[in-house]
């Protein structure tokens, strides 16, 4: 529990890594990246930023966290994960990128969770 906040800062970056180096969905041969996906400006490029922005935020506010966690950051983060580990694990034709976003993503989550729950504090 002491070292939660490395956990959450872990796995949001390797859901970041996931979404932008690796093929997020393939089908007959063809692998699209994330950002392939945002950049097409297409009609579901709306879902790149649904799941790119929070676990960037999750590696914004686990770092925030190294030294005092608050509850209302680690709480909306918790809140805002909850699409990126849904929409990753259900992506048709999902490749290594989605399974990588889902299990960093969920991991990130449960992180978020537990420091809402225990919120980490300086030691003084």
């Known amino acids: 529990m002491k070292h939660i906040h490395f ?20 089908s007959d041969g063809v692998s699209i990246s994330m950002l392939e996906i945002i ?3 297409a009609h579901g490029s709306q ?3 649904v799941v790119l922005v929070p676990v960037a935020l999750g590696i914004l506010v686990g770092a925030l966290s190294i ?11 918790a809140f ?12 048709r034709h999902g490749a290594l ?3 990588l976003c889902t299990a960093g993503a969920g991991l990130a989550l449960i992180a978020a969770i537990i420091l809402t ?3 980490n504090r300086a030691v003084a």
């Open 67 to 77: 030294k005092r966690s608050q509850r209302w950051m680690t709480g909306v983060l």
């Open 97 to 99: 990128g989605a399974h």
């Open 80 to 91: 805002l994960l909850i699409p990126p580990t849904l929409l990753s694990a259900v992506a």
């Open 39 to 41: 950049k097409t400006k």
């Open 47 to 49: 879902v790149g930023y």
């Open 7 to 26: 956990v959450l800062l872990a796995a949001a970056t390797l859901a970041t890594i996931a979404l932008l180096a690796l093929p997020w969905v393939s």
């Open 117 to 119: 729950i225990k919120p």
